[in-house]
């Protein structure tokens, strides 16, 4: 049974990255490259199919990551014209080379991939099975290539119109990528809630799950629709049908990726080259914001909509991971400045908690990659329920932005690291401003309160960059503690969501248990987990609460656990009682997270690579999740 509350329609539920090219280029290398940089969607298992010249359809397929793909490939022929290719994360279906894309029809004619779910796989499994039809993997996919196979035998039909007639019987998500081995000049490819962009060059076509696979081969792409059927052929125009096969409008956008941006650029791993770009993504993400010396806040996304943030009675925050952090921090920011209720809710439980909204509600939705399917669900049920919706997320033309009613982007770039860094300090940028913003409108602070944290906001990219000269400090420190099997992360007020954010980060790399906990709650039971063993985190920096959280460092001291402290520059008390201190620069108290993040995002890297950990892809998880 459908769920009423999601507007009972199919939510994405599957991840995984695909990849289609068709040109005059290596297509093997091309599809290669593509999925390494779609891995961060997932990393079970990878495939390839490639169409041979000579009416070939080549399959090959690795469980792990697209580099056992690349050496089980080696002494394989890849010779291509065209080709599909797929990265997983495994939903349906263990991990392994049988369930690995792309799925192939019984009689060998047509390869697929897909990302998405296809909720309605055992009805349309069983009805095939009785038609002859022998499946070889557990996975929902294999379903559909067979439903696709069966129309076109059964009805003597093209390609084309089997998809869409296999289509308008699936339930569920899909992203697929089609290739027929009689035809190596046309791919066929469509979309419903999973997302699909076709990269258009010169003679040549891509398709992928976003455009990093083809940013260094063009600028122009086109973001498929729900229910859009595109049409892929050598030497002729794109074309996109619906399903019921009449012609759909093509718009092209232009990209604002450069390729550079995907690359290392000379780090070790994505996390630490993000780590590092963060005083050049938050001036990226400040420009054109914050004016006149620091006087003025314009955020579009609010002047645009006045009324709806004069009037609002509350505002609903809701998020995932990191951005979930991000979003408690939203909350303080928020209630501080503009005087407006804010409640924050995981995405994954609002949407089934029969939430209570209405006109005069503005739920603000954050999601670096803008395809959560939890966040996306949950914007869904927020409209329905006659909300403003507003976005803060990260990569321009995705699945949210597209969603809300307004919203910001943070603008920092690609983020490529599982671990979220300059995301996370992105959106907190954007909540302040957004804050600020809305408090301008309300005339909740004055216009020197305003400009007071105005200045600061334009010195903050400096203040990141004398942070970031901690990181030799910071790796000699993570040595002492790489071998601790807990951690306790500790913080008050602003710094509590900053606690939380510094024990995610070390959890998700180091595989190291972290609890981030609010440091006057501390006695009411983790201090019972305290002794030599177990080190504590303490972000302390000078603000109201200062004199409070000195207590709560000498409570964790008496108990004999060592202390690593966050605090500011000429810190009076704690730097006599911790055992390690980082300092950060003064700033105003709504601004030291995005000064006090940073040294943990440094820690929890430097553990990590000091236990030997993949830094930039942790297992079992996925950069964008699109699975509830
Ligand atoms: C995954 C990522 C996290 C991220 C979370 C929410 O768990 O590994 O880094 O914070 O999803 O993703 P979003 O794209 O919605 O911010």
């Known amino acids: 049974m459908q769920d009423k509350r999601n507007g009972g329609k199919p939510l994405p539920l599957d991840m995984c990255g695909i990849v289609g090219y068709i040109g005059d280029g290596n297509v093997y290398d091309v599809l290669i490259k593509g999925l390494h940089r779609l891995e961060y969607r997932g990393y079970d298992s990878a495939g390839i199919a490639l169409v041979n010249p000579s009416g070939k359809l080549n399959v090959y397929k690795a469980r792990g990551k697209v580099s056992n793909l690349e050496a089980f490939c080696e002494d394989k022929d890849l010779s291509a014209k065209a080709g599909i290719a797929h ?69 003597n039909c093209s390609l084309l119109d089997a998809v869409r007639e296999a289509l308008k019987q699936v339930v569920g998500a899909y992203a697929i990528a089609v290739v027929e081995k009689d035809n190596p000049d046309r791919i066929i490819a469509a979309r419903k809630s999973s997302p699909l962009v076709i990269g258009i060059g010169d003679n040549e076509t891509f398709l992928a799950s976003d455009a990093t696979p083809f940013v260094e081969y063009t600028n122009d792409c086109v973001y498929l629709k729900d229910e859009e059927v595109a049409i892929i052929e050598r030497g002729k ?44 993504t938050l001036h990226d993400c400040i420009r054109g914001r914050v004016v006149n010396g620091g006087k003025k806040v314009m955020v579009s996304g609010v002047s ?33 400045m503009c005087r407006i209720p804010v409640e924050v809710e995981y995405a994954s439980e ?50 949210i932005p597209r969603e809300t009613d307004s919203g910001t982007y943070i603008h920092v770039g690609p983020e490529i690291g599982v671990a979220s860094t300059k995301a996370f300090t992105g959106q907190v940028m954007v909540l302040t401003m957004l804050a600020l913003s809305i408090a301008q409108l309300k005339g909740t602070m004055t216009k020197d309160e305003i400009a007071e944290i105005g200045k600061a906001i334009l010195k903050i990219p400096k203040a990141v960059e004398k942070v970031l000269k901690l990181n030799e400090k910071i790796e000699r420190l993570s040595a002492i503690y790489t071998y601790a099997r807990n951690f306790l992360y500790l913080g008050r ?14 959890k998700e790399i180091s595989y190291i248990h972290a609890e981030g906990y609010p440091a006057a709650e501390m006695k009411h039971g983790p201090i019972a987990l305290i002794d030599e063993e177990m080190p504590s985190v303490i972000i ?89």
């Not at 602003?494 to 070390?506: D, M």
Request: charged share 20%; net charge negative.
């Open 540 to 628: 302390a920096p000078n603000d109201h609460l200062y004199e409070k959280i000195v207590n709560n460092v000498q409570q964790v001291k008496a108990r004999g656990g060592s202390i690593i402290a966050i605090v500011t520059e000429g810190d009076p008390v704690i730097h006599n009682i911790a055992d390690h201190v980082l300092e950060v620069p003064e700033m105003p108290e709504c601004l030291t997270p995005i000064i006090t993040s940073i040294p943990l995002q440094l820690l929890s890297y430097y553990i990590a690579i000091n236990k030997g950990k993949n830094v930039d892809m942790p297992r079992n998880l996925a950069k964008s999740v699109t699975v509830e």
């Open 350 to 399: 609002f949407r089934y908690s029969n939430p209570v909204l209405d006109d005069r509600d503005i739920v603000i939705a954050i999601s670096q990659s803008g395809e959560t399917a939890d966040t996306l669900a949950a914007i869904k049920i927020a409209k329905k329920m006659g909300a403003f919706v507003y976005g803060i997320s990260n990569v321009v033309g995705s699945s």
């Open 493 to 506: 007020g602003y710094s509590y969501p900053v606690a939380l954010e510094g024990a995610l980060k070390l």
């Open 237 to 280: 125009p794109l074309k996109l049908v619906t399903l019921e096969n009449k012609e759909a409008k093509i718009d092209v956008t232009t990209l604002e990726m450069s390729i550079s941006q995907l690359e290392k650029g000379g780090y070790p791993h994505f996390m630490l080259k993000e780590i590092f770009e963060q005083p050049a």
């Open 87 to 155: 990265t997983r994360w495994a939903t349906h279906g263990e991990p392994s080379d049988c369930n690995a894309h792309p799925h192939y029809s019984e009689d060998g004619n047509l390869a697929l991939v897909h990302n998405g779910t296809i909720e309605n796989y055992k009805v349309l499994k069983d009805a095939l099975t009785q038609h002859g039809c022998t499946f070889h993997s557990e996975t929902d996919t294999e379903v559909l290539v067979q439903l696709i196979e069966y129309i076109k035998v059964k009805n």
């Open 304 to 336: 645009d909509n006045k009324d709806k943030f004069l009037n609002a009675k509350r505002i609903l925050i809701v998020a995932c991971g990191t951005s979930w952090h991000a979003a408690l921090l939203g909350k303080y920011l928020i209630q501080d």
